[in-house]
């Protein structure tokens, strides 16, 4: 399987941005559906947003019209740009795609002032 490690998360203050990153370890090209997930202090993983190998994408409710998810299929990369960021958002954020079985380190946001 292709392995992804995720990175740019980092603290920042209510209604800033960030810009994480997902490189993987091979080419991304072929994969249908690739998405961001995140874990907030006490609860489940939640879906965040996904990106078809075609461009088309989809959020969820809560961070739709504020978060951007894009691919660049040539780095291998994906990447989910944050503004207008909410202390609601502080989370562990992580990325995956369909037909994955394992989870990789995340990369820790922290919204607050």
């Known amino acids: 399987q292709v392995q992804l490690v995720e990175s740019g998360g980092g603290l920042v203050q209510p209604g800033g941005s960030l810009r994480l990153s997902c490189a993987a370890s091979?080419?991304?090209?072929?994969?249908?559906?690739m998405g961001w997930y995140r874990q907030a202090p006490g609860k489940q993983r939640e879906w965040v947003a996904r990106?078809?190998?075609?461009?088309?994408?989809g959020y969820a409710e809560s961070v739709k019209g504020r978060f951007t998810i894009s691919r660049d299929n040539a780095k291998n990369t994906v990447y989910l740009q944050m503004i207008n960021l909410k202390v609601d958002d502080t989370a562990v954020y992580y990325c995956?795609?369909?037909?994955?079985?394992?989870w990789g380190q995340g990369t820790q946001v922290t919204v607050s002032s």
């Open positions: 990106i078809t190998s075609g461009g088309i994408t």
């Open positions: 995956n795609y369909a037909g994955s079985t394992a």
């Open positions: 091979g080419s991304i090209s072929s994969i249908f559906l």
